[in-house]
């Protein structure tokens, strides 16, 4: 239904800082939560953070609360990810997804998916 771009990954030193852009295309993302989300090799894909569709509402996993900021821009179709205070531990590919649910942290509950962009940081 709707298509997703990631991207603004890279390379970065710990400490360091790295804003993803998630761009849509298809159906516009007004109507949708939209979150991000990460998996590193070999562990399970987690919630990161959400932004309500009012753009005021936003949400955290506790390992990146101070840190990460998201935000969106309805007019421009996009979904941005501000991380700052990078660690080793961020390293993983990350994923932007739109929800027709509230306040989910599940990403069984986020229908399209984009394809990832790799976010490495170097201790």
């Known amino acids: 239904q709707v298509q997703l771009v990631e991207s603004g990954g890279g390379l970065v030193q710990a400490g360091g800082s790295l804003r993803l852009s998630c761009a849509a295309s298809?159906?516009?993302?007004?109507?949708?939560?939209m979150g991000w989300f990460r998996q590193a090799p070999g562990k399970e894909r987690e919630f990161v953070a959400a932004?309500?569709?009012?753009?005021?509402?936003?949400y955290y996993a506790e390992s990146v609360k101070g840190r990460f900021t998201v935000s969106r821009d309805n007019a421009k179709n996009t979904v941005y990810l501000q991380m700052n205070s990078l660690k080793h531990e961020d390293t993983a590919v990350y994923y932007c997804?739109?929800?027709?649910?509230?306040?989910?942290?599940?990403?069984?509950?986020?229908?399209?998916w984009g394809r990832g962009t790799q976010v490495t940081v170097s201790s």
């Open positions: 298809g159906r516009t993302i007004s109507s949708y939560t």
């Open positions: 997804a739109t929800s027709t649910k509230y306040m989910s942290r599940s990403h069984d509950d986020f229908e399209s």
């Open positions: 932004i309500h569709r009012s753009g005021t509402i936003t």
